[in-house]
């Protein structure tokens, strides 16, 4: 069946430094691409999506980028900061059905 | 507008007992999805309501149900519970016209089930 991949599952990087979290999905249907970041004891929130039509996006420190003929896409975060830890998750969705990743715990070190 | 809310937040039950959780969804929302956290497992898809129906299911057993009444507010069931069982249950809600490619989810704070 349809599986979204992501990596790493656990990233520590240096405050300041950037990070980046790798999904590929196998739904070639798939045609909208959020990621969710979740803290501690919180719900997931949408923090930044892409669509099929679209390459890359940007949200000040954070970007996306999506390749559809590898069926990749990949969250960036620059210039990373303590709040920035939490678990992110990607998904793929399309025809009625969205996949989640298993998540990446990203600890921001000081 | 209010968002997506579940209750109860916190539930015991014990080995064999049944539980329903429940989940009202943003108001013109008409899809409600349900998933199962557990450390390290991530988001682990249970099955998805859209006007009533369910459209997606996840592998599951038969023991997880639910159910979506023409408001759009949803229940989750779960019967003969194990140990296992116990996770965070977070429902998710999004416009998904069907048909079309699913928008964004929202999600609610989560019932977190402790089974004893």
């Known amino acids: 069946g349809e599986n979204v991949e992501q990596h790493p599952s656990t990233l520590s990087v240096q405050e300041g430094d950037s990070a980046v979290i790798k999904c590929t999905y196998s739904d070639s249907a798939s045609n909208y691409f959020p990621w969710y970041k979740q803290e501690l004891g919180k719900r997931p929130q949408l923090i930044i999506d892409?669509?099929?039509?679209?390459g890359e996006k940007k949200d000040q420190r954070i970007a996306v980028t999506l390749n559809k003929t590898a069926k990749h896409f990949s969250l960036h975060i620059t210039e990373t900061q303590p709040e920035d830890s939490a678990v992110y998750f990607c998904a793929a969705s399309g025809n009625d059905k969205i996949i989640f990743g298993k998540g990446t715990r990203l600890h921001i070190l000081p | 507008k209010a968002g997506v809310t579940q209750t109860p937040r916190y539930l015991i039950k014990t080995r064999g007992q049944q539980v329903t959780l429940s989940c009202s969804p943003i108001s013109g929302h008409r899809s409600v999805s349900w998933y199962q956290q557990t450390p390290g497992q991530g988001l682990q898809f249970l099955f998805e309501y859209f006007s009533e129906t369910q459209r997606n299911k996840g592998n599951f057993p038969g023991r997880f149900s639910g159910r979506q009444f023409s408001n759009s507010r949803s229940e989750m069931n779960v019967s003969t519970l194990e140990l296992g069982d116990s996770a965070l249950y977070l429902c998710?809600?999004?416009?998904?016209?069907?048909?079309?490619?699913?928008?964004?989810?929202?999600f609610g704070q989560g019932t977190r089930l402790t089974v004893v």
């Open positions: 998710a809600s999004s416009l998904a016209v069907g048909g079309a490619s699913v928008s964004e989810a929202f």
């Open positions: 892409i669509r099929s039509n679209v």
